[in-house]
């Protein structure tokens, strides 16, 4: 896949995500217990595909960025996976309809704004050329 494919796909999930959280965090707020039964969803979404992308940014992108001199916003960015891992403990166990809602709506909020910060403070740093080396050799060392 090309670079500028790569990087719609990847824009295009961040879209999803957000929308996604966004939607969440209305949930909790407005219908606790219709949220409340998006737990299992939510689960299996941080611990799959959200937990495939933090282990890829972890293992391959984020020893490149701090050799960019990116190394405070990679530790942001590491704390950001750490308490969206602990959230989805206490997630699992949430047992009542306010603890399920308040857990998924602290999860969302997580989620909106790790990809916010990663818009914001990430990848405008790099330049296209850089981020095309980059996930060139990232995706050499999978």
Same mark, same amino acid.
């Given at each position: 896949?090309?670079?500028?494919?790569?990087?719609?796909?990847?824009?295009?999930? +961040?879209? /999803?995500?957000?929308?996604?959280?966004? /939607?969440?965090? *209305?949930?909790? &707020? %407005?219908?606790?217990?219709?949220? @409340?039964?998006?737990?299992?969803?939510?689960?299996?979404? $941080?611990?799959?595909? $959200? +937990? &495939?992308?933090? /282990?890829?940014?972890?293992? =391959?992108?984020?020893?490149?960025?701090?050799? =960019?001199?990116?190394?405070?916003?990679?530790?942001? @960015?590491?704390? *950001?996976?750490?308490?969206? /891992?602990?959230?989805?403990?206490? #997630?699992? %166990?949430?047992?009542?309809?306010?603890?399920?809602?308040?857990?998924?709506?602290? @999860?969302?909020?997580?989620? !909106? *704004? *790790?990809?916010?910060? +990663?818009?914001?403070? $990430?990848?405008?740093? #790099?330049?296209? +050329?850089?981020?095309?080396? !980059?996930?060139?050799?990232? !995706?050499?060392?999978?």
């Amino acid at each position: 896949m090309d670079f500028a494919a790569m990087m719609k796909e990847l824009f295009a999930d +961040e879209d /999803r995500a957000k929308d996604m959280a966004r /939607r969440l965090m *209305h949930l909790a &707020q %407005n219908d606790p217990a219709a949220c @409340a039964k998006e737990k299992d969803s939510v689960l299996a979404f $941080i611990r799959g595909p $959200i +937990e &495939q992308h933090f /282990r890829y940014e972890e293992e =391959h992108l984020f020893p490149q960025l701090e050799q =960019h001199g990116l190394g405070p916003e990679v530790d942001v @960015a590491k704390k *950001h996976h750490a308490t969206l /891992r602990q959230e989805a403990v206490n #997630l699992e %166990n949430a047992q009542d309809t306010k603890g399920i809602a308040q857990a998924i709506y602290f @999860a969302a909020r997580l989620m !909106l *704004h *790790h990809t916010n910060f +990663e818009g914001d403070y $990430i990848y405008p740093e #790099l330049s296209k +050329e850089q981020w095309h080396a !980059l996930l060139a050799s990232s !995706l050499g060392s999978k």
